[in-house]
C-alpha cells in the first residue's frame, strides 16, 4: 500500500510569510504525527492527531498550528515565519495510538525561510 | 521534561568493523524504538523494544533494553556501506500522552 505522502517537498519563503504543509497518512492509520528536524536541534515532537482531535503538543510556538480532516489527511500551518524555521518538517503516521505506535515517516517537506 | 541523549554523535568506521550507538533517558521507558535515516532520507523504524533486559536480533543488527528501562543500544556487527546513516533511538514523551522524544542520533560514516 502507498506509503506517507507529503506536500510540497520543497518551498522557500520569507520572513513573516505563513506556510501549510500536507500530509497523507496510509490508508488506515487515524494518528497523524508532525515533527519538525534541524541540524541543531535534531527531530523535535510538535503534534499529533488521532481522529481530528490534537491529542499532544510539542513545545512549540502558537505560530505553530496543525489540523486533521475526517479522511486523516493532516495539514500543518506555520505563521509569520522566522528564519530559524527552516527545516524538514516530516509527517508520521501509525497504525495504532498511544506510546506503542510504530511510525511511519513521509519524505518530508523541506522549508527554506529567506 | 524528557530527554533522551545518543553517543556518539559521529562515528568513523572501516568498512567490516562493528558498530555501537548507546541511547540514555532521564526517565524509565515504557519502550524504546530504533529508526535509521539514510542521506536525503527519511527515518525508517527498526525495531521496537519493550521488556526490560529485551535482546533483539535483525540479521548483523543487536538492540539491547536495559534492566532499569533507561538505557538502550544497537550493535551492527562487520559494518557494510549499506549500513551509512544516521541512527536514532526514540522513547515516548511521557504522561500517557503521544510523540515520541529522539535523541539526536548517530551518524556512522564508513571508510571502504
Known amino acids: 500500500k502507498a506509503g506517507v505522502t507529503q506536500t510540497p517537498r520543497y518551498l522557500i519563503k520569507t520572513r513573516g510569510q505563513q506556510v501549510t504543509l500536507s500530509c497523507s497518512p496510509i490508508?488506515?492509520?487515524?494518528?497523524v504525527s508532525w515533527y519538525q528536524q534541524t541540524p541543531g536541534q535534531g527531530l523535535q515532537f510538535l503534534f499529533e492527531?488521532?481522529?481530528?482531535?490534537?491529542?499532544n503538543k510539542g513545545n512549540f510556538p502558537g505560530r505553530f498550528s496543525g489540523r486533521q480532516f475526517s479522511n486523516s489527511r493532516s495539514e500543518m500551518n506555520v505563521s509569520t515565519l522566522e528564519l530559524g524555521d527552516s527545516a524538514l518538517y516530516l509527517c508520521?503516521?501509525?497504525?495504532?495510538?498511544?506510546?506503542?505506535?510504530?511510525?511511519?515517516f513521509g519524505e518530508g517537506s523541506r522549508l527554506t525561510v529567506l | 521534561g524528557q530527554q533522551v541523549m545518543q553517543i556518539p554523535q559521529y562515528q568513523h568506521v572501516q568498512e567490516g568493523e562493528d558498530f555501537t550507538t548507546y541511547c540514555n533517558s532521564s526517565?524509565?521507558?515504557?519502550?524504546i524504538q530504533w529508526y535509521k535515516q539514510r542521506p536525503g532520507g527519511h527515518p525508517v523504524f527498526l525495531i521496537q523494544?519493550?521488556?526490560?533486559?529485551e535482546v533483539k536480533k535483525q540479521k548483523r543488527l543487536t538492540f539491547q533494553f536495559g534492566e532499569a528501562k533507561k538505557n538502550s543500544s544497537l550493535h551492527i556487527t562487520a559494518t557494510q556501506t549499506t549500513d551509512v546513516g544516521t541512527y536514532f533511538c526514540?522513547?515516548?514523551?511521557?504522561?500517557?500522552?503521544?510523540?515520541?522524544?529522539f535523541g539526536k542520533g548517530t551518524h556512522l560514516i564508513i571508510q571502504p
Open positions: 490508508s488506515g492509520h487515524r494518528s
Open positions: 523494544l519493550v521488556k526490560s533486559g
Open positions: 492527531y488521532f481522529s481530528e482531535t490534537q491529542r
Open positions: 526517565t524509565t521507558l515504557s519502550n
Open positions: 526514540a522513547g515516548p514523551s511521557g504522561g500517557g500522552a503521544d510523540g515520541l522524544t
Open positions: 508520521a503516521s501509525s497504525g495504532t495510538s498511544g506510546e506503542y505506535g510504530e511510525l511511519f
